[in-house]
C-alpha cells in the first residue's frame, strides 16, 4: 500500500475503505458522506474541493469490487 494517494488512486481507495468499514455496502452510501470519509483516510493527500461525481463514482465502484471479493 502506499503512504500516499489522492482521488485518482480509486482502487486504493477502495480497497482502504472496505478495511475501514467492513460489511457497508458502498452503494448505500450517499456520495457526500463518501467524501467525507475519503478525506478522512489515513494518508489522503487530494485537495477536497477537487472532487467529483466521475471520481466518486469510481471510488464507489472500487470499493463496491472489493466488497463484493469479501462476501
Partial sequence: MPDT???????EIG???A???PGTDPLT????DLRKWVTE?????GD???SNEGKLEAIQM????EFQ???
Fill in 29 to 32: 452510501i450517499r456520495f457526500t
Fill in 5 to 11: 494517494f489522492d482521488w485518482d488512486d480509486a482502487e
Fill in 15 to 17: 480497497i482502504r475503505l
Fill in 41 to 45: 483516510l489515513l494518508g489522503f493527500t
Fill in 48 to 50: 477536497a474541493s477537487l
Fill in 69 to 71: 471479493d469479501r462476501q
Fill in 62 to 65: 472500487a470499493w463496491h469490487e
Fill in 19 to 21: 478495511d475501514k468499514f
